[in-house]
């Protein structure tokens, strides 16, 4: 099956603290996203990028950068952390052709105090 | 722009009945249609995929039929077991720009 692993699992930061948020695919896939999932709001698309280089704007980008330094990995970085960033991250892969499954890793939960 | 809408948080069941969870959609483009299924403390994986409008797809005793008519992909199943508890989304792809997108999720509840 389809591997995309994320580290670190589990993320305490300070208000204002810089945060690093990795995503590694070992799919070939083109498509990479960032997600972040919260109760009542389900998954909303932060960034997203179909190759090494590329970088599109999601559904909730304000206060996060991203960057595809080259297909397997994904970065999301949080400059300035604040506690309404706290929440459950998820890194996904595709391979961007019609009807193609996105897989999903196992999710960074960032608590930010 | 895009925008999937599930319009039920939370849908509480007895085992062996069955559920339909509700997801309209709004795209100008054409639609490609998933559930994804999160049981907890897992990552989501794909339940059911479709694009072909009026085409009943299955998978795991779940079944789903595109409508572009009415914009719908409901997701069904005839009897619901305790392993069926879950979250699930319905999801819109935009192929053209690469885009998934989720709506807010329905929380499935079997009780025994």
């Known amino acids: 099956e389809a591997a995309v692993t994320q580290s670190p699992r589990n993320k305490v930061t300070v208000t204002g603290g810089n945060v690093t948020l990795s995503c590694r695919q070992t799919?070939?896939?083109?498509?990479m996203y960032w997600y972040r999932q919260d109760t009542g709001h389900g998954l909303r698309l932060i960034h997203y990028?179909?190759?090494?280089?590329?970088?599109q704007i999601g559904d909730v980008p304000d206060g996060y950068k991203a960057t595809r330094t080259t297909q397997e990995d994904f970065f999301l970085l949080l400059e300035l952390a604040s506690p309404s960033q706290t929440s459950l991250y998820f890194c996904?892969?595709?391979?961007?052709?019609?009807?193609?499954?996105?897989?999903f890793g196992k999710g960074t939960r960032l608590t930010v105090v | 722009g895009d925008s999937v809408t599930q319009t039920e948080g939370l849908v509480t069941l007895t085992k062996g009945l069955p559920v339909m969870l509700n997801c309209t959609y709004q795209?100008?483009?054409?639609?490609?249609l998933f559930w994804y299924v999160q049981h907890l403390n897992e990552a989501p994986k794909l339940l059911l995929k479709?694009?072909?409008?009026?085409k009943r797809t299955e998978h795991q005793g779940f079944y789903a039929t595109l409508h572009k008519s009415s914009s719908s992909f409901h997701l069904q199943k005839s009897s619901v077991q305790l392993s069926d508890s879950a979250l699930y989304f319905c999801?819109?792809?935009?192929?053209?720009?690469?885009?998934?997108?989720f709506g807010q999720g329905t929380k499935l509840s079997i009780k025994p």
């Open positions: 795209t100008t483009y054409s639609p490609f």
């Open positions: 799919n070939s896939h083109n498509y």
């Open positions: 999801a819109l792809l935009n192929y053209n720009q690469g885009k998934l997108i």
């Open positions: 996904a892969s595709s391979g961007g052709q019609l009807n193609t499954e996105v897989f």
């Open positions: 990028s179909y190759g090494a280089g590329n970088l």
């Open positions: 479709s694009s072909t409008d009026n």
